[in-house]
């Protein structure tokens, strides 16, 4: 049987100050503590990605990367040409969907992932071996 008399606090010294920091056992696993597995931004690439893989740097895909690509920009014209250049063909695409990747999560452990998944893990280590070697 599951115990209900108890308290959780979310931090060490809260429980000395207020119940500001208290949560109440509405049930075992639930803690007040919501933790996002996923971004819209995450699923906009993947969509991105999945779509260029399958049918090419089609409309929907091209949306998908420009929703993410325009928040960096003010000037919307910028980002249509981006669009438009890197549509060119489905490795250009996939190039710019990879690189977009990068930039959005940069420091969330996720690159690893997105390079084995398309085979350029080799690739970039070698790149970036080479590119760090000849600076010295």
Known sequence: MIRADYTVHNNKWSKLWANAGQFTNLSASNTGINFPYMR???????????VNELEGPTATAQESLRQV?????????????????????KETFLKAVLDE???EFAGEN???????RNNLYGQE???SFLRYLSVG
């Not at 995450?42 to 999945?50: G, H, I, K, S």
């Open 40 to 50: 819209y931004t995450d699923v906009l690439l993947m969509n991105a990605e999945a």
């Open 110 to 116: 996720m690159r690893w992932r997105d390079l084995v």
């Open 69 to 89: 690509h325009a928040r960096a920009f003010n000037d919307q014209s910028v980002v249509s040409a981006y669009i438009a250049q890197v549509a060119s063909s």
């Open 101 to 103: 990747r990068k930039w």
């Open 125 to 127: 280590i070698v790149y």
